[in-house]
């Protein structure tokens, strides 16, 4: 979808962090709660995505992920645009699934 001459995009955060100690584990939580403040939404244990309007939008929003970062473990991000994203094959079990869909976008004239 193109919103105003703009190129929608998908954010994924891929995490692998450390549980092992309570301080570690406050890392864990206060980053996932990072990004569930932030519009991020689980796709995966481990794994969260968002829809952003543009390009631009989507390196705010990477930014913002890259300042929560915990000290520790393993955090990596990409970004998809929608006809990329759309191209992702989903399965439950055996059962293929579609994607998830882009919000709707305000337009403004």
Same mark, same amino acid.
């Given at each position: 979808? %193109?919103?105003?001459?703009?190129?929608?995009?998908?954010?994924? *955060?891929?995490?692998?962090?450390?549980?092992?100690?309570?301080? !570690? #584990?406050? /890392?864990?939580?206060?980053?996932?709660?990072?990004?569930?403040?932030? &519009?991020? $939404?689980?796709? /995966?244990?481990?794994?969260?995505? @968002? %829809?952003? $309007?543009?390009?631009?939008? !989507?390196? *705010? %929003?990477?930014?913002? *992920?890259?300042k929560i970062v915990p000290p520790d473990?393993?955090?990596?991000?990409?970004?998809?645009?929608? #006809? /990329?994203?759309?191209?992702?094959? *989903?399965?439950? &079990?055996? @059962?293929?699934?579609?994607?998830?869909? $882009?919000? !709707? /976008?305000?337009?403004?004239?």
């Amino acid at each position: 979808m %193109h919103i105003s001459g703009y190129r929608c995009m998908w954010i994924i *955060v891929f995490f692998d962090l450390p549980t092992d100690t309570k301080k !570690a #584990k406050r /890392q864990y939580t206060d980053f996932r709660k990072g990004l569930l403040e932030d &519009g991020f $939404a689980m796709m /995966q244990y481990s794994v969260y995505y @968002r %829809h952003c $309007a543009s390009k631009e939008n !989507a390196t *705010v %929003h990477m930014d913002r *992920v890259r300042k929560i970062v915990p000290p520790d473990g393993e955090v990596r991000l990409i970004q998809f645009t929608d #006809k /990329q994203f759309e191209r992702m094959e *989903v399965f439950l &079990g055996k @059962r293929r699934t579609k994607t998830e869909e $882009a919000p !709707a /976008q305000l337009e403004m004239f």
